[in-house]
């Protein structure tokens, strides 16, 4: 009788050590399948972040280009009321 129930308690054990090593491994495809997603979101999230930033860059240097057309435009202008004043002051003091 004692071979008959430690028989049963030996193969009680070996069932669940068995299922609970197969339960664990599923936790684990579960826990890598969940990692993988992650980490396909995170360099779709890399990628579109490096693509705002080439646009920004872009939208940036077209601004610093502008700022520097309307400079020079400026200059350009003062520079052409400065002369136009000389002249009115070298006439002034002609006549």
Same mark, same amino acid.
């Given at each position: ?5 430690l ?23 579960? *826990? ?13 999230? *890399? $990628? ?5 930033? *080439? ?7 077209? *601004? ?18 400065d002369?136009?004043?000389?002249? $009115?002051?070298? $006439?002034?003091?002609?006549?």
């Amino acid at each position: 009788m004692k071979k008959v129930i430690l028989a049963l308690v030996f193969l009680f054990t070996l069932n669940v050590a068995f299922v609970s090593c197969r339960d664990t491994n599923k936790e684990t495809e579960n *826990a890598t399948e969940e990692t993988s997603e992650v980490q396909k979101e995170a360099e779709n999230a *890399a $990628e579109e972040a490096v693509k705002e930033a *080439a646009e920004i860059e872009k939208e940036a240097e077209k *601004a610093v280009k502008e700022a520097g057309e309307e400079l020079d435009k400026s200059l350009e202008k003062a520079v052409n009321e400065d002369k136009k004043e000389e002249t $009115e002051t070298e $006439e002034e003091q002609q006549s």
